[in-house]
C-alpha cells in the first residue's frame, strides 16, 4: 500500500501524499508491509431491504507505526478479532476499480 514517510521525522502517513501537495517536498514514498495487526473494528449492518450482508469496518496498524481504515473480508460466520493478524490485499470492487481490503492472515507467515 502506498504511503509516505516524513523525511526529518520518519513518521509514515496514509494515503501516499500527493505529488500536487505543497507538503510533497517533505515526504519520500514508501510501501506498507503486507501485514498489519487489527487495532479496533465494528460490524455493519445495512438494512435489509439493501440486500446486503453485513461487513465488518477495521482500523489495523502497521509495522510502519501507522494506523489505516479499511474492510475487512472475512468468511461467513467469522467474527473480528482484536490483535487478530491481517493482510492488506488488492481487491476489485462491484464497479470494477481496484480497492484494498483486509483479510485474515496466516499465522505461520512472518
Wanted: with cysteine; glycine share 6%; proline share 12%.
Amino acid at each position: 500500500m502506498a504511503a509516505s514517510r516524513h523525511r526529518e521525522t520518519g513518521r509514515c502517513v496514509f494515503p501516499r501524499v500527493p505529488a500536487a501537495s505543497p507538503a510533497a517536498p517533505r515526504y519520500e514514498p514508501v510501501t506498507l508491509s503486507s501485514y498489519a495487526r487489527l487495532y479496533s473494528h465494528t460490524v455493519i449492518h445495512p438494512n435489509p431491504k439493501t440486500g446486503q450482508a453485513p461487513f465488518a469496518l477495521v482500523y489495523a496498524d502497521f509495522p510502519e507505526e501507522v494506523r489505516v481504515f479499511g474492510r475487512l473480508d472475512l468468511p461467513e460466520g467469522v467474527r473480528p478479532s482484536i490483535g487478530a493478524r491481517l493482510e492488506a490485499v488488492i481487491d476489485e470492487s462491484a464497479d470494477g476499480n481496484a480497492r484494498y481490503v483486509f483479510v485474515p492472515a496466516e499465522e505461520a507467515v512472518p
